[in-house]
């Protein structure tokens, strides 16, 4: 089992950037796939970036691609997400979660352990 925190939310002015830092415990992080999930009100919970489990491998959602980047450092079991030109449109409560397999996965039904979530809210 592990257990994730995440930190680093706020409120920033569009083309700001933040990092998000997720940080686990309770377990070997290495064995987890990582991803990062975003919820906005009245929305869906939708698929941000992912990181397998070396770091080496990662994938974005489209509407990120080129402005945020996920990293992890197995060394301090944490994962982060940059993220740059931040948009009003990403606004939204970010979570952390963990799939204990090799390969990122866009479903989040198929994570097994979620963080409580940070607030990114990004003003125009």
């Known amino acids: 089992q592990v257990q994730l925190v995440e930190s680093g939310g706020g409120l920033v002015q569009a083309g700001d950037s933040l990092r998000l830092s997720c940080a686990a415990s309770?377990?070997?992080?290495?064995?987890?796939?990582m991803g990062w999930f975003r919820q906005a009100p009245g929305k869906e919970r939708e698929f941000v970036a992912g990181?397998?489990?070396?770091?080496?491998?990662?994938y974005y959602a489209d509407s990120v691609k080129g402005r945020f980047a996920i990293s992890r450092d197995n060394a301090k079991n944490t994962v982060y997400l940059q993220m740059n030109g931040l948009k009003p449109e990403d606004t939204a409560v970010y979570y952390c979660?963990?799939?204990?397999?090799?390969?990122?996965?866009?479903?989040?039904?198929?994570?097994?352990?979620w963080g409580q979530g940070t607030q990114v809210t990004v003003s125009s």
């Open positions: 309770g377990s070997t992080f290495r064995s987890y796939s």
């Open positions: 979660a963990a799939r204990e397999h090799y390969t990122i996965n866009v479903r989040d039904s198929e994570y097994d352990y």
């Open positions: 990181v397998a489990r070396s770091g080496v491998i990662t």
